[in-house]
T-cell receptor, first 114, second 115 residues
């Protein structure tokens, strides 16, 4: 039962180009979405989030887009840097607040080549 | 920047033994969580904890699991009688008081290996 799906296990991008990581969800009750980045031997690190009342949130090189009708969100990294190479997890919070558990996708491994 | 710290980083235990994983959440946080990630699989929610009691737990969190906040700083996960399938990375997380959209902050995890 995959409520949050990241269908691309890996993505390779040239340094300086755009990285687009995709995420689909099935539960229309999700009202908050988060992206986490994970390096090997470390825990997930929060990157950026978006509330379901918005369709876009931007923070520096990172932008998250939400299409509620398609139940789809994407993370754009522009320009991509080698240090961005990591596993990126999409996560949904059903309650939109601090008490809810996070439902994660399986992750997409991003490799940014110099 | 304050961090969630977890000890030990790697725990090796014989099947059937009890294991306690320890976490020190960020000091002003009030909501605490445990997640696990079996090798090659997604991160899965186990349990959330607030005001000295469990707020929510998943199907994974059966009677073999328990959590405790024994003092003002530590948050522990106990597995009473470990099984081979308990081998995984266990992540502790915390976040602050009732702030909508406040992200959970994760520790670097404990790798639990059951032999």
């Amino acid at each position: 039962d995959q409520q949050v799906k990241q269908n691309s296990p890996s993505l390779s991008v040239q340094e300086g180009r755009i990285s687009i990581l995709n995420c689909d969800y099935t539960n229309s009750m999700f009202d908050y979405f988060l992206w986490y980045k994970k390096y090997p031997a470390e825990g997930p690190t929060f990157l950026i989030s978006i509330s379901s009342i918005k369709d876009k949130n931007e923070d520096g090189r990172f932008t998250v887009f939400l299409n509620k009708s398609a139940k789809h969100l994407s993370l754009h990294i522009v320009p991509s840097q080698p240090g961005d190479s990591a596993v990126y997890f999409c996560a949904a919070n059903p309650r939109g607040g601090s008490q809810g558990n996070l439902i994660f996708g399986k992750g997409t491994k991003l490799s940014v080549k110099p | 920047e304050p961090e969630v710290t977890q000890t030990p980083s790697h725990q090796v235990t014989q099947m059937g033994q009890e294991v306690i994983l320890r976490c020190v959440p960020i000091s002003n946080h009030l909501y605490f969580y445990w997640y696990r990630q079996i090798l090659g699989q997604k991160v899965e929610f186990l349990v959330s904890f607030y005001n000295n009691e469990i707020s929510e737990k998943s199907e994974i969190f059966d009677d073999q699991f328990s959590v405790e906040r024994p003092d003002g700083s530590n948050f522990t996960l106990k597995i009473r009688s470990t099984k081979l399938e308990d081998s995984a990375m266990y992540f502790c997380a915390s976040n602050s008081d009732r702030a909508i959209g406040q992200p959970q902050h994760f520790g670097d995890g404990t790798r639990l290996s059951i032999l």
